[in-house]
């Protein structure tokens, strides 16, 4: 398989991390990431933003978005950014507690625009939306716009996710998008899969190598139903999409448990492409997934994963990751290049085109 590989920021003075990619106007891409003093420490944290005018060949000099938080009483955590039906981009980053108890559980989530392709952005406008990690700001083709992030439930991590329809004026109450005694289940993607339905993938937090987990809603994200396994083993932070083909498309860490996990857990990043059947199944079985490799980190102090991806007009998918691997003590952004022909056989393309002839997301 033939993957490009592109340094979009490696600073040897700082820890950089959690990055995400959109796909501005003219072709135009820009990565949203956390600088910050370690992966353990967060005593330092920014916001840092580059621009590509040359699909992630280059990038230009990071810069910031927030200030820096030395000293403050708070940190930045993980940015997403995302590009609403007005033209807007949007980013929204978890705004988390220095010190004290419940940390997760008390972390504002802010939300930055910009209507210029990200020259220039507003002040933070503050959420209601509590707790970490969160997904993009997701606008369903009825208007809605949906927030999501997890916090601690019942002695669980759980997730959650608000909901406007008046273009973030007013929010709904919290909902629970995926709640179960077994699992810590956290860092969602939503997808859309059209006529109400939304697809939730998350991460399962205790690190022991589980799949993918799924929970489905049939009201634009009002309810939710049952957890259920998704064919993605040792699944951390996916990040879902559809592809121009109608496929599925998901960017994920692997971590596969077992003995010393920690230091040694992060190895591997994966995508995998799927379909819509899949993701409305509520039996593993019933769900298929291709796996593929996009990168390995031979550091011996090992750490990426955190991802984001776009697909261009003809074609070509750019993916986001940060990784060690020659950073040797801090970690670095990388971007990815690579055809959507390279990771499906050409017969289960034919098989799944087929499939979704006319298919609207």
């Known amino acids: 398989m033939k993957i490009e590989k592109f340094t979009i920021s490696n600073d040897?003075?700082?820890?950089?991390?959690?990055?995400?990619?959109?796909?501005?106007?003219?072709?135009?891409?820009?990565?949203?990431?956390?600088?910050?003093?370690?992966?353990?420490?967060?005593?330092y944290t920014r916001i840092m933003l580059s621009e590509s005018d040359d699909r992630g060949h280059t990038w230009t000099k990071k810069h910031p978005l927030t200030e820096g938080t030395r000293g403050l009483k708070y940190y930045y955590n993980c940015a997403r950014i995302s590009r609403l039906r007005d033209g807007?981009?949007?980013?929204?980053?978890?705004?988390?507690?220095?010190?004290?108890?419940?940390?997760?559980?008390?972390?504002?989530?802010?939300l930055y625009f910009s209507d210029d392709d990200g020259r220039n952005w507003s002040a933070p406008v503050e959420t209601p939306l509590?707790?970490?990690?969160?997904?993009?700001?997701?606008?369903l083709d009825t208007g809605r716009w949906i927030i999501a992030a997890h916090s601690p439930h019942r002695g669980r991590l759980t997730q959650f996710l608000r909901y406007s329809d008046d273009a973030g004026k007013t929010w709904s109450d919290p909902v629970i998008v995926a709640s179960d005694p077994r699992y810590h289940l956290c860092e969602v993607s939503l997808l859309p899969l059209g006529g109400g339905v939304i697809a939730a993938f998350h991460r399962e937090n205790s690190f022991l190598g589980y799949d993918c987990q799924k929970t489905l809603s049939f009201d634009n994200g009002e309810t939710w139903g049952p957890v259920v396994d998704f064919p993605l083993p040792g699944c951390h932070r996916p990040v879902a999409g559809f592809l121009q083909d109608g496929s599925i498309l998901i960017t994920y860490r692997f971590m596969q448990g077992g003995k010393g996990w920690?230091?040694?857990?992060?190895?591997?990043?994966?995508?995998?492409?799927?379909?819509?059947?899949?993701?409305?199944?509520?039996?593993?079985?019933?769900?298929?997934t291709r796996i593929f490799p996009i990168n390995y980190d031979p550091s011996s102090k090992a750490d990426l994963g955190y991802s984001g991806w776009v697909q261009f007009?003809?074609?070509?998918?750019?993916v986001v990751n940060y990784i060690v691997d020659d950073a040797i003590d801090k970690s670095q952004i990388r971007g990815y290049s690579f055809s959507p022909d390279e990771i499906m056989l050409k017969e289960e393309k034919q098989m799944l085109t087929g499939r979704v002839s006319g298919f609207s997301p």
């Open 12 to 43: 040897p003075e700082i820890y950089e991390a959690w990055p995400d990619v959109v796909l501005a106007s003219a072709g135009k891409l820009i990565c949203v990431f956390s600088e910050c003093t370690h992966h353990g420490d967060r005593s």
């Open 88 to 110: 807007r981009l949007a980013i929204i980053v978890d705004k988390v507690p220095a010190a004290g108890e419940s940390v997760s559980g008390n972390a504002v989530n802010v």
């Open 130 to 139: 509590i707790g970490l990690v969160p997904d993009k700001l997701l606008e």
């Open 262 to 288: 920690l230091g040694r857990w992060t190895q591997n990043f994966f995508g995998a492409v799927s379909d819509r059947e899949s993701a409305l199944a509520v039996r593993r079985n019933d769900a298929w």
């Open 313 to 318: 007009p003809d074609g070509e998918i750019y």
